[in-house]
């Protein structure tokens, strides 16, 4: 039997407790869950088929009570002595994507993002849309290619016109970044014809993980207008590998920020879901921002109300992130785009003057959030390097 040593500051205390899906060499894939600095294999230690399959997504199907007793459970099994064939180093597994993505929907719920991309894509006009504060404004992306953290990003090509340019042509992105996100997992879906309200979010929502929404603000720019986002983001969303359960985000919540006009009815919270998550960005290893999650104008449970409103479903897998995380300050933008105003400002990476990204550049968005007392709850890190464009037909 294994007694797992948990440092006192760990942000994978007892109070974490987040899901993942790993394997050893040679092993299948199944779930674990992260304490301290080992993964402990639930397949083994709860002996239960639910966490033998290669994603979250039978465990998420149970529902909210499951999730307490299960997490109750592991609270108990770690606490006390483990199996010794159950616990595994973290650093010798190989994680892999948590659940199967059903429908990824990414919303634009900072307010302070939304303002500075309108100055950025639409100068001279307002920069929030009427609409803005009235709904959270949403696109529908691509489930199939959101990857896990350590994924490599293929620089996208495609059409890009500058407005200097007369003509478009095909070719690599020349103005590929990123946007820093929380999204949210959904565990138990809801039917055709039914509307999640704000108070039923924690019965649906299982859990929340870190984003990193890559994206060609050249071809985005050209192609946005008038149906909003496409081949500018499809061609990879990636995520962290570990899944925070809602249930550990508790000492986290917090108010939203004031909501003028007040929202229509269907999207007023009796609780608010505000969350206090504080966002790391770096680039090639040096820390360029630090955005503030609870600046955040829509909550989580705001954004599922709205995407159900019109009585569409959801499903177990579903992922929706919040848009960008970008706070009132220069040091809280969560998008390059943002960080260089357009690549006008260039920032300082290790003593080069940068803009937009490279190949070879590499990003890590990290995150933690305060839990019970003093304990900190992580998220882990969502990594992914630049490598060159492929070949295609141009
Ligand atoms: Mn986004």
């Known amino acids: ?32 869950v992260r304490v301290g600095d080992s993964v402990v294999d639930l397949a083994v230690a709860l002996g239960e088929d639910v966490f ?40 010798e597994v190989t994680m892999h994507l948590p659940f199967e993505v059903a429908d990824y929907v990414d919303f634009y719920a900072s307010e302070h993002h939304a303002t500075n991309l309108g100055r950025l894509f639409r100068p001279g006009a307002e920069p929030l849309m009427p609409n803005w504060k009235h709904l959270p404004v949403g696109y529908h992306g691509r489930a199939g290619t959101v990857v896990v953290s350590g994924t490599g990003i293929v620089r996208p090509q495609g059409q890009r016109k500058s407005p200097d340019e007369q003509q478009p042509s095909f070719g690599e992105s020349r103005r590929l970044d990123i ?15 039914t509307a999640v309200s704000c108070e039923d979010f ?28 496409f081949l500018g983001k499809s061609f990879a969303t990636s995520v962290s ?22 929202p229509l ?15 790391a960005v770096e680039w090639n290893g040096q820390e360029v ?4 999650y609870r600046d955040m104008y829509w909550s989580p449970a705001q954004m599922l109300a709205h995407l159900t409103a019109n009585g569409a479903s959801s499903r177990t897998g579903d992922l929706f992130a919040s848009g960008t995380v970008s706070g009132p300050e220069k040091h809280q933008r969560g998008a390059f785009i943002e960080l260089t105003w357009g690549g006008k400002e260039p920032v300082d990476v290790n003593g080069e003057e940068r803009t937009f990204l490279r190949d070879g550049d590499e ?32």
């Open 1 to 32: 039997m294994t007694t797992i040593a948990i440092p006192d500051d760990s942000l994978f205390g007892l109070d974490n407790l987040p899901y993942g899906v790993f394997s050893t060499p040679g092993s299948a894939r199944r779930v674990g």
């Open 52 to 91: 033998a399959g290669r994603s979250l997504n039978g465990f998420m199907a149970q529902g909210q009570q499951r999730w307490v007793a299960v997490r109750e459970r592991i609270l108990d099994l770690v606490s006390g002595d483990v199996p010794d064939d159950a616990v595994h180093p973290a650093g």
């Open 179 to 193: 946007e820093a996100e929380v999204g949210f997992v959904v565990g138990t879906g809801s039917a055709m014809g």
């Open 202 to 229: 924690a019965r649906h929502v299982f859990g929340a993980v870190l984003v990193n929404d890559w994206s060609a603000r050249d071809i985005q720019a050209w192609e946005y207008v008038p149906l909003g986002p």
């Open 241 to 262: 590998a570990w899944v925070v359960p809602m249930l550990a985000l508790e000492s986290a919540r917090t108010a939203n920020p004031p909501q003028d006009p007040q």
């Open 265 to 279: 009815p269907y999207l007023r919270e009796r609780q608010p879901w505000g969350l206090d998550i504080e966002l």
């Open 289 to 292: 921002s630090r955005p503030q």
């Open 363 to 394: 990003v890590n968005i990290s995150a933690t959030a305060p839990g019970p007392g003093s304990a900190r709850i992580g998220f882990g890190e969502v990594r992914g390097r630049v490598v060159p464009a492929t070949d295609t037909a141009g």
